[in-house]
């Protein structure tokens, strides 16, 4: 079906939330041509709270496997040309879709389409949000780290791109939009679009929010991500491609500074401290590698305040740009 729109909602113990994010896909001003609910093996009563939408949703419920399984088993189902996705916690802005669509058609080579999405607390009220810029990007552009993420609510792709890819690996319990990037800028470019089109919604019971600060939700985190670069490790091999090195290093340096949280959390300084050394030795001896080596012993000797400096850091646009002016990487 042409400029067509299957609406998939990843469901998961979010029985608060998801009335809200299937009315955010009912009241679209384009409808999409069918919402697709898969429920991961909810335990919270989230079959009851989307009771009175059956018939104009079709509700999936799966066993409790992970994201990458319960999209399976939606995509297998899906009609429309395009796929776009929505976390139940999530909502879309009424526009969404019709922003979409047209972008699609203004570009028809498109493989995907992400935009960008204000993040609001538990009651909507809006959280800080960094907002990126129009931008067309390519499977070069992932290589050397300039193509970005803003999440499965964000994404929406073309469905006989989706189908290759099928099945997704079952050991993805979430963050399959990483695992599906390069796959899909292999097949054509994706738009990102810098106009805000949903609300990410953080909680506290988000996987990523928060996973740095509690010890358990860090190792899954580490757990997890080390599944993602096997994934990508397997993908870049197969097809004879090699992350930049900037990227490749940059990459390495974010899982270390992890396991440097995490030690710390358990009281092995020994292995904390390697970690510090580790990723030090990776920057060499450059500018950059002076403003690591303190903000990481920052982490060292109070991890607490890192994580605080850590978030006022990344929600005020202009000190990334000072910090790589005065300390380039």
Not at 146 to 154: I, K
Not at 235 to 263: C, D, I, M, V
Request: aromatic share 8%.
């Amino acid at each position: 079906m042409p400029d067509s729109v299957s609406a998939v909602i990843c469901n998961y113990n979010c029985a608060q939330f998801i009335s809200a994010s299937i009315e955010s896909v009912l009241t679209q001003e384009i409808r999409p041509i069918e919402i697709l609910v898969v429920d991961d093996g909810s335990t919270d009563g989230s079959r009851a709270e989307a009771e009175h939408y059956l018939g104009k949703i079709e509700w999936i419920p799966m066993p409790h496997g992970g994201q990458a399984a319960a999209l399976n088993a939606a995509l297998a189902r899906c009609r429309g040309q395009w796929i776009a996705f929505l976390e139940s916690d999530d909502l879309w802005l009424p526009e969404k879709l019709k922003v979409i669509l047209d972008c699609a058609r203004e570009d028809p080579g498109l493989a995907a389409i992400q935009h960008s999405m204000n993040q609001v607390d538990i009651g909507l009220e809006p959280l800080p949000t960094q907002l990126g810029t129009d931008s067309r990007q390519t499977l070069d552009d992932f290589l050397k780290g300039r193509a970005w993420l803003t999440g499965m609510s964000a994404l929406t792709a073309r469905r006989e791109m989706l189908e290759d890819l099928l099945p997704l690996p079952a050991d993805l319990i979430t963050c399959v939009d990483e695992y599906l990037q390069p796959r899909l800028l292999l097949r054509g470019p994706t738009q990102h679009l810098a106009r805000p089109l949903g609300l990410r919604r953080v909680h506290g019971r988000n996987f990523y929010a928060g996973a740095r600060e509690d010890p358990k939700r860090l190792e899954s985190y580490i757990s997890l991500r080390s599944v993602l670069n096997a994934h990508l490790e397997a993908f870049l091999k197969e097809h004879g491609l090699a992350l930049e090195p900037g990227n490749a290093r940059k990459r390495q340096a974010q899982g270390l500074e992890l396991e440097l949280l995490w030690h710390r959390s358990q009281g092995s300084w020994r292995q904390a401290l390697g970690d510090w050394r580790e990723i030090l030795g990776l920057y060499g001896l450059r500018p950059y590698t002076f403003f690591k080596a303190f903000t990481l012993a920052l982490a060292l000797a109070s991890p607490p305040f890192y994580l605080w400096l850590s978030r006022a850091y990344e929600n005020q646009a202009w000190l990334p740009s000072l910090r790589a002016a005065l300390f380039p990487d």
